[in-house]
């Protein structure tokens, strides 16, 4: 455990013990299947993202595509199960990605997290954490962070 | 060219019902596999009302609505022309099953990149829950693919 951590949370007068998290520390790797077209078409359904562009490849090529893609809320997903397998949904105050790459048919996805802030609060504490979806091609798909706050 | 005077535009507010067979359809369909998105009494072991919502679902409740692109048709933007720049969850009380969400949309900004290649537009949704409590805030980023803007 990092000691400055440990003295920075023990000043804290509401955290009766450190956090379990400390700033640098990596989330477990999640690493998705190749993302068939099923799945596509699954996600949409369920999504209710129901923009042909994604499902449909004569709307992707009328629209100058030579295919479809995936939608980019499905890695955020992926990202939301990270963070969820981690935290649990309670302790999720914010999670915001931005769209970097388009995610292609076939695509796995890697995605990281890493811990870049911890700070008490009354309570408890508040934990930044960096989010990002690499593709097979070594490119971000989607970068973001999310904001979680833990009961001490 | 996106229309700057859409800015503070709020489009008619709608109601959805929150299904668990559809919380249990968007879970598989992210290969989720933890029992609390699944299945109702693990839900309940873990200490929610019901099936809980996962992190990026508002944005599908967003879409739960039979003409869900009309607000991009109000901003005469051509679907096709549309891709996905940001999105961020706020959450401030759990969405599960059973709920009834009344989402709010509204367009907080409009801006233009890059001589006009590029339009943006801001929309932020609020979902309030059937006892009148904010439960969620969803801002996105359209980004808008358009012809560049001719030098006067």
Redesign the interface.
């Known amino acids: 455990m990092n000691t400055a951590a440990v003295d920075n949370v023990a000043s804290m007068p509401s955290a009766s013990r450190p956090c379990p998290y400390r700033e640098g520390d990596l989330l477990p790797a999640f690493k998705s299947a190749p993302i068939s077209r099923a799945v596509i078409a699954l996600f949409a359904g369920a999504s209710n993202d129901h923009n042909p562009i994604h499902i449909d490849i004569d709307a992707a090529r009328a629209a100058g595509l030579d295919d479809v893609f995936v939608q980019g809320m499905l890695p955020m997903a992926y990202l939301g199960r990270m963070l969820t397998d981690v935290f649990g949904q309670d302790a999720l105050r914010e999670f915001g990605v931005r769209f970097v790459n388009i995610t292609y048919v076939h695509d796995a996805l890697e995605c990281i997290g890493r811990v870049e802030t911890v700070e008490g609060i009354a309570g408890g504490w508040r934990v930044g954490v960096a989010v990002s979806a690499i593709n097979p091609r070594g490119d971000l798909a989607l970068s973001g962070d999310a904001v979680i706050e833990l009961k001490s | 060219m996106v229309d700057t005077s859409h800015i503070g535009y709020r489009h008619p507010p709608h109601t959805v019902d929150v299904e668990a067979g ?1 919380l249990r ?2 879970a ?5 596999t ?1 029992s609390e998105y699944l299945d109702e009494a693990a839900a309940r072991a873990a ?1 929610y009302r019901a099936l ?1 919502a ?3 679902y508002m ?3 967003e ?2 609505h039979p003409d ?2 009309a607000l991009v048709r109000v901003l005469k933007i051509k ?2 022309h549309v ?9 401030h009380r ?1 969405v599960c099953a059973g709920d009834r969400i009344t989402l709010q949309q509204t367009v907080e900004e409009v801006f233009e990149k890059n001589d006009g290649a590029l339009g943006f537009v801001v929309v932020r949704t609020t979902a309030t829950n059937q006892l009148g409590e904010l439960a969620g805030e969803a ?1 996105k980023t359209i980004v808008v693919r358009q012809k560049k803007a001719k030098a006067s």
Do not use: C, M, W
């Open positions: 559809k359809s968007f598989k369909a992210i290969g989720e933890r200490g809980p996962p992190p990026t944005f599908s409740l879409l739960d869900p692109f679907l096709h891709l996905h720049g940001t999105q961020r969850f706020i959450y759990p801002v």
